[in-house]
C-alpha cells in the first residue's frame, strides 16, 4: 500500500496493482457452449511446463494463470488480443478479487472476535475461551450443532470487495493505483474486474 494526494492536497491510500497484459486465450458463445465468456491467460510459462491440451487450446504458448470472466452480450475481442492497464481509466469503479491472508490455526476471539471470559476473581485459564458450544436435551439434543463457531484454520478464503474506485494509471510501468485495501499479501493473484 501507499498514499497518493489529490488535486486539493488530501491524502489517499491506495493499493499499488501490478497488472500484467491479458492475452484473450478463449471465447465462449452461446450457440457452443450456452453462455458467453472471454478467458484471458497472463504470464507465459516453459513449454515444458504446459500441458499438451492446453498448448493446444492456447496455440502453443502456456500461462501460468488463465481465468474465464463471464460477459452480458457478445464479446467484441478476438483470440490473440491483448488488454493491457489502458482499459482502466481514472476514476473508474472496479470490483477485486483475491485469495485474503491465510492465518493458520486460530482461537475463536481472533477468528470470530469472541469477548472471552471474565477477567474477575476465580477466573483462571478461561480469557479466550469460547463458552458454552453444546445445549442440553431442549437446545440441541445434547449434541453440538452444525455450524457452531470454534477455533479453525482462518483465511486463505476467497474475498471480493466491490465499489473501489482506480485512482491512477501507469501505462509505462503496468502499475494501477486503487483505492483502499484489496485482499490478499504482496504477490498474490487478483483480478480487477471494471
Same mark, same amino acid.
Given at each position: $500500500? ?9 491524502? $489517499?491510500? %491506495? ?40 498448448? *493446444? ?49 486460530? *482461537? ?36 453440538? %450443532?452444525? *455450524? $457452531?463457531? $470454534? ?44
Amino acid at each position: $500500500m501507499a498514499q497518493l494526494f489529490d488535486e486539493s492536497g488530501k491524502v $489517499m491510500p %491506495v493499493t499499488v496493482v501490478k497488472a500484467m497484459p491479458n492475452v484473450v486465450t478463449g471465447i465462449k458463445t452461446v450457440e457452443r457452449d450456452g453462455y458467453t465468456a472471454v478467458q484471458l491467460g497472463t504470464v507465459e510459462q516453459k513449454e515444458s511446463r504446459v500441458g499438451k491440451a492446453q498448448l *493446444g487450446q492456447f496455440g502453443g504458448k502456456g500461462y501460468k494463470q488463465v481465468q474465464e470472466f463471464r460477459t452480458d452480450g457478445a464479446v467484441e475481442a478476438t483470440i490473440g488480443d491483448t488488454l493491457t492497464v489502458e482499459s482502466f481509466e481514472k476514476g473508474d469503479n472496479v470490483t477485486v478479487s483475491g485469495t485474503s491472508k491465510a492465518k493458520g490455526f486460530q *482461537g475463536v476471539v481472533k477468528r470470530y472476535n469472541f469477548k472471552g471470559g471474565p477477567r474477575s476473581h476465580g477466573q483462571k485459564h478461561s480469557e479466550r475461551e469460547p463458552g458454552s458450544i453444546g445445549g442440553g436435551p431442549g437446545r440441541a439434543g445434547g449434541r453440538v %450443532v452444525k *455450524g $457452531m463457531r $470454534m477455533a479453525g484454520r482462518t483465511g486463505g478464503d476467497t474475498v471480493t470487495v466491490k465499489g473501489l474506485k482506480v485512482v491512477a494509471v501507469d501505462a509505462e510501468n503496468n502499475l494501477i493505483y486503487i483505492s483502499g485495501a484489496v485482499p490478499g499479501r504482496r504477490g498474490t493473484v487478483i483480478s480487477i474486474v471494471g
